[in-house]
């Protein structure tokens, strides 16, 4: 099954872009995701093709039409009416590597990439329309944050990275980051790999990249750590229950 992407944007020579090289290039001249960009624009409904107008209630900036989008978002659900529509926005729902999983395992995903100020409110409710964030910090448009996402998904297509290992064990994936990594040079200005990968102990291995990535994430990801704990602690409270037989 094809993954297909449809981008709308006011900006379609911004794609593929870096989607067009590497590992989802490769996948996309593989037939393994496919790429559609709309023009907003051409749903304008004036001839001067206006996509955007001033905020109610006054202040900067412009806010992109509701009925534009909503004409926009129409015309691409009829041609794919079974992916989910995203709004990349800062206002929206961070996104996760399990919300990437899911989309990845679905048919695919119509991006709605914003620019000015942003959007008309109206249209996500009206469209059922999921608004994703990809980090607390503002793009000057939704576009580098589409790229983002779909480049998350990609490379979880099947058949698109090489071992099949390396999307299970990855940052994130058990609520952690990942261990670090080291290669060749052993020794390197004086700095030399970590004794243990050196010694074939695969067991010894497993432990130290374990309590590497739960040391790693207590200091550089408390938030995560904190939930990763939560997490754990509920589990062992609702096995406990269970042996219980509560
Ligand atoms: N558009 C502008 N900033 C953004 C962000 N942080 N995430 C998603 N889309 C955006």
Known sequence: MTFAATILTLYPEMFPGPLGVSLAGRAREEGKWSLDTVQIRD???DKHKTVDD????GGAGMVLRVDVLAAAIDHARSLNPEVPVIAMTPRGRPLTQARVR?????????VLCGRFEGFDERIFEARDVEEVS???IVLSGGEPAAIMLLDACIRLLPGVMGAASSGTEESFEQGLLEYPHYTRPATWEGRTIPEVLRSGDHAKIAAWRKNQSEVDTRLRRPDLWERHEGARVQSASGAR???EGI
């Open 241 to 243: 229950r269970k042996d």
């Open 102 to 110: 899911e989309l990845a395992a679905g048919p695919g995903v119509i």
């Open 54 to 57: 001033t905020p109610a209630g």
């Open 134 to 136: 990809i980090g607390d």
């Open 43 to 45: 749903f304008a409904i």
